[in-house]
Nanobody
């Protein structure tokens, strides 16, 4: 089992930036990828970005591709989501997920989830 803990959320004005972090612990060797998801108010959870643990692949949802960057520090078992030019419509709860299968990290449903961190963007 893998435990995930997100941090870095908060309140920011439109156009600002935040960096989210997700620290993994437990049976990390059972995973090969991590992904970021978000749940916007009144909507279903949606995929945002994914990265393979070995750095071989990264992928983004079209809505964030030119503004968000996923990266990882394997020495710290941490994946980051750098979010720039934030928009009001980016407001929501952000979650990280981890899985052994790329398809689950990149738009599917990862096996392991964190509890999320809230991002609020205002004018």
């Amino acid at each position: 089992q893998v435990q995930l803990a997100e941090s870095g959320g908060g309140s920011v004005q439109a156009g600002g930036s935040l960096r989210l972090s997700c620290i993994a612990s437990g049976d990390i060797s059972s995973t090969s990828c991590m992904g970021w998801y978000r749940q916007l108010p009144g909507k279903e959870r949606e995929w945002v970005a994914a990265a393979a643990n070995d750095g071989s692949s990264k992928s983004y949802a079209d809505s964030v591709a030119r503004r968000f960057t996923i990266s990882q520090d394997n020495a710290k078992n941490t994946v980051y989501l750098q979010m720039n030019d934030l928009k009001i419509e980016d407001t929501g709860m952000y979650y990280c997920g981890a899985d052994r299968y790329w398809l689950r990290c990149s738009g599917g449903t990862p096996t392991n989830w964190g509890r999320g961190t809230q991002v609020t963007v205002s004018l």
